[in-house]
């Protein structure tokens, strides 16, 4: 699942090449989350699905609308669709090199560590070094296109912007709502982040579309893939795996989308390039295989008790 999510997720950057040029920033979001919405609702009626309701405190049998889950899903989709994929398509399209964009938004996993005891979740030194690993390794990856000639300090802070967005919505999830049906979750958050990002659209951009069959297949993949499938599996990795543990993965977006640059448009692929995918692959390796390998010898352990038992 995990290598299914930094698959899916590496096309984000793949769909804003031939987005970016139809539709402007919010306006191209805005469509995506509303897409999502309308192939979603459907489903979750059709398939019966459960809205989140709770046991009412002294009445037997009666339940009512679980308000605060609803609230709480709708903060994520706030922070995670609304401000940080909108901060960050908003600063490429303000002359903030992709580079510069994967760089910054690259350090979520390091901050994401430095807060993760507020939600119980200790860090070890060697995964520390793992996170840094990882860090180098995406700088070394984008080094070639980070730059900040004729960049303001307003597109810079977009960048900020959506990084804090990212850290704060991934531990905010695992926090207070990590478990919830997957349709539900879908709904509730894209509904939010499109509230929040059509008027957004409205305001800042001319929400003028060129429709054309790039901007087509952008806006599907983006749906399908994206919005539902990459987000789908965050949503299970945030409910099953430690917050640092999953925005490890993060690092492996910007050599996977390099490698799919090349292969898709011909950029160049430079030794260095290539030196940082091992770092950072690496570097994930060293964050997630301390909780494997507890993992492992917890399992073994519980196996050799019971075999225990069964001789005894």
Not at 79 to 104: D, E, R, T
Not at 110 to 118: D, G, H, N, Q, Y
């Amino acid at each position: 699942m995990p290598w299914w999510f930094v698959l899916i997720w590496s096309t984000g950057f793949i769909v804003a090449k031939y987005g970016m040029p139809n539709a402007e920033p919010l306006t191209f979001l805005t469509l995506r989350y509303g897409g999502t919405l309308i192939v979603m609702l459907p489903i979750a009626l059709l398939t019966g699905t459960p809205w989140p309701r709770r046991e009412v405190a002294g009445r037997q049998g009666a339940s009512q609308v679980n308000w605060a889950l609803y609230g709480r899903l709708a903060v994520c989709g706030i922070l995670i669709q609304a401000v940080y994929l909108g901060g960050v398509w908003a600063a490429i399209k303000h002359g903030v090199p992709a580079g510069l964009a994967a760089l910054i938004v690259g350090i979520q996993p390091l901050l994401t560590a430095l807060f993760a005891r507020l939600i119980g979740e200790p860090v070890s030194r060697r995964q520390w070094f793992g996170l840094l690993c990882g860090f180098v390794g995406v700088g070394l990856v984008v080094a070639n296109k980070v730059g900040v000639r004729g960049v303001g300090p307003a597109a810079i802070a977009l960048c900020v912007l959506s990084l804090v967005a990212i850290t704060a919505g991934t531990l905010y999830q695992k926090r207070f709502c990590a478990h919830f049906d997957l349709r539900v979750g879908t709904i509730v958050q894209f509904g939010a982040a499109f509230v929040v990002t059509l008027p957004a659209a409205y305001l800042l951009e001319t929400m003028q579309v060129r429709w054309n069959v790039e901007m087509l297949g952008a806006l599907a993949w983006s749906i399908l893939a994206l919005s539902i499938g990459a987000i789908s599996l965050l949503f299970l990795l945030i409910r099953h795996g430690a917050a640092t543990k999953v925005s490890s993965l993060m690092y492996l977006t910007p050599p996977t989308t390099a490698v799919m640059a090349w292969l898709l448009f011909g950029e160049t692929l430079s030794p260095l390039s290539a030196a940082g995918m091992v770092v950072a692959a690496l570097g994930v390796a060293l964050v997630i295989e301390r909780t494997e390998r507890r993992s492992v010898s917890a399992s073994g352990s519980t196996s050799a008790s019971a075999a225990a038992k069964r001789r005894t």
